[in-house]
């Protein structure tokens, strides 16, 4: 990178830096030259920081009352919500702020995809993140199984048997998964224990995914390759500070106006029935996030290709820089891949639909034609427009267009 | 340089001393990994015995056994002869009803859909034996997947008949 190399103003600071470049470091987030027409879709990586610092905070403080037994789980989340101070509020950031998580790791997913971000030479950053996305899925999984409800147990149950089709040995895994032979004590105190682990292991891997973003540097609505620094360029701070702590500002809240006016209206009310491992509810489903994922699973009428299915849609996206080889990345100077784009998102938002209502009829054969669409996009679509699509000529630089006319 | 150098005594050494240590770091990762699989307290919950005398012919009571659910259905004769009438031909899992039972009144059976873990609903589905409502699979009279999902019949436990009205089970 080329900023200048930075020397601190005191002689403290300097003889601290020489032994910890922490200061240098500050310094090349703050002078850090990013590209001046970002819009607000990159405010989004901002936000899942604080949704990631959220959750942190308010699950240490909530792990002080849990009592992760299974006898004691249900009555331990009640307590939290009537006698703990303030635990009613934690607990509805917590829950809440897991959708809020899953809300805006979608929405930057969808910002890559329509401009290109995964491409050259950005795809570790794009792995990287997956591997986020794929983390907090887990994560998400098993925060939701500790309150120990209907759909807690069940929800567990289901998942967990996921793994028993595989060939051979699915069943000494799944006995292994839940240390015993149905989802119960062992399994509810180990997911505990992850629960708390697999944040913290999201951590690290954002490490990596803003390091490895700080070495091409931001991609930008016109998928472009700038110089930096340039007039193409505004250092980080303060400019790319403020416009993502406004955009922050505005995410709180709407969050707020989940955690305090309907705190309950994305979760499930069988999850307020503590968790009976002979009845299960009529109707299970996970929660909103996972629900594309389960109209795939549930529109294979064949366990193993339903397993192979879920896991391939998930996996398929690790390998989409390789599937798209247009070298053109911003959808705006791509007419045919924009459309695909849209259709995409629409196919996502319908298995998410269909994943939540009952696996019959023609809701079932629609979760098909979905489900068929979605490995279609990225198996055939995508190859084909990289070869034949007629792309619109792109722009030299950012501030050329404007400054030219 | 293209010749290939000679194995040196020195070679051995690092492929011995890389061994070893492969063993070395396996033998201290198992127990980690091990100490996820079922503990002995609950490998020591593994019988259960259940008193019949209660259910009349068509009922069925659901017990726990090792944390699962297990269905004790007293069959009716028509049930019997549905799940014994069938033509073998036409199941996903062939499998003859009278290998299913040890009495033929007795049908005893994990209550656990094979699909997904779930606990199918008695008397539903298109075949008048269980129905599972979590995706869909059709059981029959004598528990054997008919349509839908999950791949293989309900499985049947490990038990016996103590005496004509007790069954212990595992």
Same mark, same amino acid.
């Given at each position: ?107 930057? !997913? +969808?910002?890559?995809? @329509?401009? =290109? ?6 795809? %570790? ?6 591997? &986020? ?116 500002? !505005? +995410?709180?809240?709407? @969050?707020? =106006? ?6 309950? %209206? ?6 307020? &029935? ?132 | ?170």
């Amino acid at each position: 990178m080329s900023e200048k190399t930075y020397v601190p103003s005191t002689k403290f600071g300097k003889w601290f830096n020489d032994r910890l470049p922490l200061l240098s470091l500050s310094a090349h987030l703050m002078e850090y030259p990013t590209p001046k027409n970002l819009n607000y879709w990159w405010t989004f990586g901002g936000i899942l920081t604080f949704c990631l610092a959220s959750q942190i905070v308010t699950g240490i403080v909530l792990g002080m009352h849990y009592i992760a037994h299974t006898d004691m789980a249900f009555n331990s989340i009640e307590h939290i919500m009537r006698d703990v101070n303030y635990g009613w509020l934690l607990r509805y950031i917590h829950s809440n702020g897991a959708s809020m998580f899953f809300l805006a790791v979608y929405i930057h !997913i +969808f910002r890559s995809l @329509f401009y =290109g971000s995964y491409k050259s030479p950005r795809e %570790i950053i794009w792995i990287l993140g997956m591997m &986020i996305y794929l983390l907090m899925m887990a994560t998400a999984f098993m925060g939701y199984v500790l309150p120990w409800g209907q759909m807690s147990f069940w929800g567990a149950t289901v998942i967990t048997n996921l793994f028993s089709a595989i060939p051979l040995i699915g069943d000494s895994i799944t006995t292994w998964l839940w240390g015993g032979y149905s989802v119960d004590n062992p399994t509810l105190t180990r997911f505990f224990s992850l629960h708390y682990l697999l944040p913290f292991m999201i951590l690290g891997l954002v490490v990596l995914h803003i390091w490895a973003l700080h070495v091409p540097g931001n991609n930008n609505p016109i998928g472009i390759d700038i110089k930096k620094p340039s007039k193409d360029t505004v250092p980080f701070h303060p400019y790319i500070t403020i416009k993502d702590l406004f955009a922050l500002l !505005i +995410f709180v809240i709407i @969050f707020a =106006g989940f955690v305090f006016f309907s705190p309950n %209206i994305l979760g499930h009310p069988d999850n307020y &029935i503590p968790a009976n491992p002979l009845i299960t509810p009529t109707h299970i489903v996970p929660e909103w996030y996972l629900l594309p994922f389960y109209a795939i699973l549930r529109s294979v009428p064949d366990k193993l290709g339903g397993v192979i299915l879920l896991f391939a849609s998930i996996f398929i996206l690790f390998a989409l820089p390789w599937l798209d080889r247009s070298k053109v990345r911003s959808a705006i100077f791509r007419p045919l891949y924009r459309q695909f784009f849209w259709i995409l998102m629409i196919d996502v938002f319908v298995l998410g639909y269909m994943g939540a209502m009952p696996a019959e009829g023609t809701y079932l054969l629609i979760a098909r034609i979905a489900t068929a669409y979605y490995f279609v996009h990225f198996l055939v679509v995508l190859p084909i427009l990289s070869s034949v699509e007629k792309t619109e000529p792109i722009p030299l630089g950012i501030s050329d267009p404007v400054l030219k006319t | 340089m293209d010749e290939k150098p000679k194995k040196s005594k020195r070679d051995f050494l690092f492929t011995a001393s890389y061994t070893l240590g492969a063993v070395g770091i396996g033998a201290t990762i198992w127990p980690l990994i091990d100490q996820m699989n079922p503990d002995t307290s609950v490998k020591a919950l593994a019988t259960t015995e259940v008193d019949l005398t209660q259910i009349e012919p068509g009922n069925s009571i659901t017990v726990l056994w090792r944390g699962k659910p297990v269905f004790i259905k007293r069959r009716t004769q028509s049930e019997i002869e549905e799940a014994e009438s069938v033509n073998l031909t036409e199941l996903p899992h062939p499998e003859k009803d009278q290998d299913r039972v040890k009495k033929k009144e007795w049908l005893v059976m994990l209550g656990v859909c094979t699909h997904l873990g779930c606990v199918p609903l008695s008397d539903k589905g298109e075949y008048n034996g269980w129905f599972c409502p979590c995706h869909g699979s059709h059981y029959d009279t004598s528990g054997r997947i008919r349509k839908g999902p999950a791949p293989t019949n309900m499985e049947i436990p490990k038990y016996e008949f103590v005496n004509n009205n007790t069954i212990k089970i595992g």
